[in-house]
């Protein structure tokens, strides 16, 4: 028993509301189980598929060629178009899987990336092609239970948004003091989500440069969530900070999470840091927003802010050194099919979901009289 427990996956997170990832990227399908979301929620399907499309491969030279649907069939938990109490199962199909081009990283695993480590874990019976469960197809059904539980906070004042921050060495403005709704939607309608527009170029040519080059880049994408109570978490292991980083690196290639000026902070006096705070309409509102929106583990009702690193994609044109894991020998690989040159782009609307989801888990469990 001892030695099944220590080889089944762990794909969940959430406490109140419950949410499960299940499949392959070559499988038959991939998809999300979620429990615990309110009853009676409205679902705006159309809405869910815009934001679902966001991350969609295949639509700009600037991601794989690889051609998805993505489009999310509900098994449960839907019914007349608003949340019915019971489990919500999405599935989504896969349909352009070429999964002859993963043939030979059974046996080679690539640098980089989790091939080896999944040998190592199960014995050799992973289903790696295509990254397997650890590929960034399975972020699509992480957008379905995100793109909902936006739509539910939304209805409640709380908005979340998300912009590339940078690609490279090529880097965007960061999000003002107070970003608004407005901003988050301008944002999410651009071809490459940026906040200015001269970053679109230069971080386009990043990618571009990197793709025919036959390598990739990685980047940094910034999430704002507005609207929050103060008051939401707790201290020590419970905060809101440990929350969300736990379920934002479960988004594959996220390698670094920071809040408010992260480790910008260790560079300044105190004195420079500090928050001042000052009273709004009645309301403690503080000067400025080095904290991200959390003091010890807890919302200060200023909004929150944070940032992911996303690193540059392991699956790279170039030949690369590695071994052979059945003749226990070095060797070379060069890696052929469709590959993101970049998948910081298409990471944003992902952090925007799982920030979603863990803020809904949060305020669900605590209950502050949002619900």
């Known amino acids: 028993m001892k030695n099944w427990e220590a080889k089944c996956l762990s794909s969940e997170f959430g406490k109140i509301l419950k949410v499960s990832v299940f499949g392959q990227s070559h499988g038959?399908?991939?998809?999300?189980?979620?429990?615990?979301?309110?009853?009676?929620?409205?679902?705006?399907?159309?809405?869910?598929?815009?934001?679902?499309?966001?991350?969609?491969?295949?639509?700009?030279?600037?991601?794989?060629?690889?051609?998805?649907?993505?489009?999310?069939?509900?098994?449960?938990?839907?019914?007349?178009?608003?949340?019915c109490g019971a489990p919500l199962c999405a599935m989504i199909e896969n349909a352009d899987q070429h999964s002859k081009d993963y043939r030979e990283l059974a046996d080679k695993p690539r640098p980089g990336h989790a091939d080896y480590t999944a040998a190592v874990k199960w014995g050799g019976h992973a289903d790696m092609r295509g990254g397997g469960h650890f590929s960034g197809r399975l972020t699509a059904p992480l957008c379905i239970v995100g793109g909902i539980a936006k739509q539910i906070l939304a209805r409640r004042g709380i908005y979340i948004g998300a912009h590339l921050a940078s690609v490279g060495h090529a880097r965007d403005m960061l999000f003002p003091l107070y970003p608004t709704a407005e901003l988050f939607d301008a944002v999410a309608a651009k071809p490459l989500p940026v906040l200015n527009d001269h970053a679109w170029e230069t971080m386009q040519a990043a990618?571009?440069?990197?793709?025919?080059?036959?390598?990739?880049?990685?980047?940094?994408?910034?999430?704002?969530?507005?609207?929050?109570?103060?008051?939401?978490?707790?201290?020590?292991?419970?905060?809101?900070?440990?929350?969300?980083?736990?379920?934002?690196?479960?988004?594959?290639?996220?390698?670094?999470?920071?809040?408010?000026?992260?480790?910008?902070?260790?560079?300044?006096?105190?004195?420079?840091?500090?928050?001042?705070?000052?009273?709004?309409?009645g309301q403690v509102r503080a000067e400025s927003n080095h904290a991200g929106g959390i003091l010890g583990g807890i919302t200060t009702g200023m909004p929150l802010v944070l940032r992911v690193a996303v690193k540059p994609t392991p699956s790279i044109g170039k030949p690369q050194k590695t071994v052979s894991l059945s003749a226990m020998e070095n060797t070379d690989l060069t890696i052929h099919g469709r590959h993101d040159p970049c998948i910081a782009h298409r990471a944003v609307p992902v952090v925007e979901a799982v920030t979603a989801a863990v803020l809904l888990d949060l305020l669900l469990e605590g209950n502050h009289g949002t619900f």
């Open 207 to 281: 990618i571009l440069a990197a793709k025919e080059d036959l390598d990739s880049v990685g980047g940094t994408v910034e999430c704002a969530a507005t609207g929050l109570p103060a008051g939401l978490g707790d201290p020590m292991f419970e905060g809101v900070e440990n929350r969300l980083a736990a379920a934002l690196f479960g988004i594959p290639a996220v390698k670094g999470v920071e809040f408010g000026d992260g480790f910008h902070a260790a560079t300044r006096l105190g004195s420079e840091n500090n928050d001042a705070f000052t009273m709004e309409d």
């Open 28 to 83: 038959k399908a991939i998809g999300v189980v979620v429990d615990g979301l309110p009853a009676g929620e409205a679902v705006d399907l159309e809405a869910l598929n815009a934001f679902l499309d966001r991350r969609k491969p295949g639509k700009n030279p600037l991601s794989t060629a690889r051609k998805e649907a993505d489009t999310p069939v509900f098994l449960s938990g839907l019914e007349d178009g608003k949340t």
